[in-house]
């Protein structure tokens, strides 16, 4: 399987230095562009037919995540398809559930489901151990390092993970994303803080070596998927997900100060900017209700920090006038300073490939010069 891809080198040497100009690492570090790199959340996946040859090769979703070999296809088949500016690695979110001991399975019409699930401290000492994280995710770390030989040297290669919160709700709840309400989990969270904590503090540490590891083999931009921060109030957002976060940063940052950090805490509406500020992290990934002119105040202006966002993937099924109109609306809005084009949330499987070629060709054509007053 041809998976080599790249093309001539993107870097320059100055004094003796080598300072590194990919469009996305540039606006992560803070910068302006002269246009926005662009990026999709689950631009490798459904909505293209060839990825769904490679998971049948595969034998289903968890032969996709466990073999390197295919994972990095199904990480490039985009790539050939779209112009892009970065690659994010393809595994799951419940991976490292299962490397701390859960079983993890794929069930046609529920997705991921993890059992036992954990749902009180005596489960997470006799289910749950890191003793062979670096064992179980080993395929993970072997499909960063093959990828770093296969992308075109422009295109950034992204590592990431579900944050503590969002892991912890799949652990605890059974499955991938749990209940609407996820009332199992917020009752664990608020009956007994005490005990949940040893999750969340379990999952930290776990999260904060996976991430290194992703970083040691080539992972050269890290993203933090919490995608379930909007469904938990104020003083139990500041706990369970600004703090957890904030930890995992600074401990990134103390071994790979160079590699940028973007987190996605999707629903956080108000609280957006003081998690950017409270947690450190370079760049914030902003959800489709977030308004693009606060987000530039806010964040990008005030802050000084990168956002990346925030296109209704719902847009991008539609196509044509709204999806263009849209989508030169947050370019207006979001250009004057750092800033990622992406996604609100992941790509749909319903979503045209051409509709995507088109959105990439927008955004790659526009310039600084062309924002409007």
């Known amino acids: 399987m041809g998976v080599d891809i ?59 995540c466990n073999s390197p070999e295919h994972a990095v296809e199904v990480t490039l088949q985009p790539l050939r398809r779209f112009t892009l500016d970065a690659a994010i690695l393809f595994a799951d979110l419940p991976q490292i559930a299962a490397a701390l001991g859960q079983t993890l399975e794929y069930r ?16 997470i000492t006799e289910f749950l151990s890191a003793s062979r ?6 395929p993970i770390y ?46 664990w969270a608020l009956s007994d803080p005490a005990g949940f904590q040893h999750l969340i503090d379990l999952l930290t540490a776990a999260i904060i070596e996976f991430l290194d590891r992703q970083i040691q083999a080539g992972a050269e931009a890290i993203q933090l998927f919490e995608s379930w921060a909007g469904i938990l109030p104020d003083p139990l957002f500041r706990r369970w997900c600004v703090t957890p976060v ?8 103390a071994k790979h100060p160079s590699v940028p950090i973007i987190a996605f805490p999707r629903g956080a509406g108000l609280a957006y900017n ?6 450190g992290v370079d760049c914030v990934g902003l959800d ?5 002119e ?7 202006h005030e802050l000084g920090r990168c956002v990346q966002g925030n296109l209704d993937p719902q847009l991008l099924v539609a196509g044509g006038p709204a999806l263009h109109a849209e989508t030169d609306r947050i370019l207006n809005a979001l250009s004057g300073g750092p800033f990622v084009f992406n996604l609100g949330h992941g790509i749909v499987k319903t979503t045209p490939p051409e509709h995507v070629a088109a959105l990439a060709q927008q955004v790659r054509s526009w310039s600084a010069a062309q924002q409007r007053a």
């Open 6 to 64: 790249r093309e001539e080198s993107d870097v320059d040497q100055v004094a003796g230095e080598t300072r590194p100009k990919k469009l996305l690492l540039r606006a992560l570090a803070g910068e302006r562009t002269e246009r926005p790199p662009i990026w999709l959340m689950r631009q490798a996946g459904r909505y293209l037919p060839e990825y769904h040859d490679v998971r049948e090769a595969a034998g289903g979703m968890a032969g996709l």
């Open 108 to 123: 046609v019409g529920d997705g991921p489901v993890l059992t036992p699930p954990i749902r009180s401290t005596s489960d």
């Open 133 to 138: 994280l670096h064992e179980e995710l080993a």
């Open 142 to 187: 072997e499909t960063v390092s093959q990828l770093t030989r296969a992308l075109p040297d422009e295109v950034t290669l992204i590592g990431y993970a579900g944050a503590p919160w969002t892991v912890a709700t799949y652990m605890v709840e059974g499955r991938g994303g749990g209940g609407s309400e996820h009332s199992i989990v917020k009752q």
């Open 246 to 253: 904030a930890a995992i940063v600074a401990a990134l940052k």
């Open 274 to 279: 003081g998690f950017a500020e409270a947690t």
């Open 288 to 292: 489709s209700t977030v308004p693009v």
């Open 294 to 300: 606060w987000a530039a105040q806010k964040v990008q």
